[in-house]
């Protein structure tokens, strides 16, 4: 069984930052990539970013380009996102997710392509 936990979400105004924490635990799994997704009260799960696990290359939502930040840990299968400029449209639960299985295309950008995922980390922007 593996386990992703997310830890780093809270309470900030907006113009703050914060920086959220993904570690995976239980059964020894390899990520080739990881990403965090967020989902607004009444609203679809949307994409965030991603980070290609060789290499290192990441990839942005528009609405986050610039302000947030996905990189990798030292520790295997463990990705932070640094959040910047935070708006209350930011406002969100933010879930963190690892695909171990082997992908050919640059990113893995939609939901059902991920083999594992937390149980989020809410994050509340005050205007």
């Known amino acids: 069984q593996v386990q992703l936990v997310e830890s780093g979400g809270g309470l900030v105004q907006a113009g703050g930052s914060l920086r959220l924490s993904c570690a995976a635990s239980?059964?020894?799994?390899?990520?080739?990539?990881m990403g965090w997704f967020r989902q607004a009260p009444g609203k679809e799960r949307e994409f965030v970013a991603t980070i290609r696990w060789s290499g290192g290359n990441t990839y942005y939502a528009d609405s986050v380009k610039g302000r947030f930040t996905i990189s990798r840990g030292i520790g295997k299968n463990t990705v932070y996102l640094q959040m910047n400029s935070l708006k209350p449209e930011d406002t969100a639960v933010y879930s963190c997710?690892?695909?171990?299985?082997?992908?050919?295309?640059?990113?893995?950008?939609?939901?059902?392509?991920?083999?594992?995922w937390g149980q989020g980390t809410q994050v509340t922007v005050s205007s």
């Open positions: 997710a690892a695909r171990s299985r082997i992908y050919y295309s640059d990113y893995v950008l939609r939901p059902p392509e991920y083999d594992y």
């Open positions: 239980g059964r020894t799994f390899s990520s080739n990539a």
